[in-house]
């Protein structure tokens, strides 16, 4: 299994790409993603607004580098249940439909960062900070 052991690596580039990339989108549509937060009813939409930015261009660059995973990933799988919960639960809408569902996905493969960590390349790993959760079957 030595060989594989970028694949948390991976795992992180592919879950935190996309939340990096969301949270810049938000920063240069603050308006409009303002007025939908203000549109599905959250109070005070400009807080709303930050803590989304901090979750996902914040908690995204953390994730990509590996510092502090458990926790990061932990927090940001709340915030995907809590944002499919109040932006996408109009199951009538079929695309809010699969937008909950990518929500309640990504929110797995967070959990799978908070339970396995983030691997051998992180700083995690560097500062001696991971703690290897390892399958007691071995192959053989």
């Known amino acids: ?12 580039i592919l879950i935190g790409a996309p939340f990096v990339m969301s949270g810049l989108g ?8 303002v ?5 599905m009813g959250l109070p005070v939409p400009p807080l709303a607004f930050v803590v989304a930015v ?6 995204g660059l953390l994730l990509l580098s590996g510092y502090r995973a ?9 915030f995907c249940v809590v944002t499919a919960i109040f932006f996408h639960h109009n199951f009538a809408d079929q695309n809010q439909m699969i937008h909950f569902l990518k929500n309640v ?8 960062i908070t339970w396995f ?10 500062s001696g900070r991971i703690a290897l959760r390892v399958s007691p079957l071995k192959a053989g």
């Not at 938000?26 to 993603?33: E, L, M, P, Q, S």
């Not at 996905?105 to 799978?112: S, V």
Request: charged share 15%; aromatic share 8%; hydrophobic share 55%.
């Open 105 to 112: 996905m990504m929110a797995g493969g967070l959990l799978q």
């Open 70 to 78: 458990r926790t990061v990933s932990l927090a940001m799988a709340v």
């Open 35 to 39: 007025g939908y937060i203000a549109a």
């Open 54 to 59: 901090l979750t996902e261009l914040g908690g």
């Open 1 to 12: 299994m030595e060989r594989f052991k970028f694949i948390p690596l991976l795992s992180r």
């Open 26 to 33: 938000k920063i240069a549509a603050y308006g409009a993603t």
């Open 117 to 126: 960590g983030a691997g051998a390349f992180s700083m995690d790993a560097r």
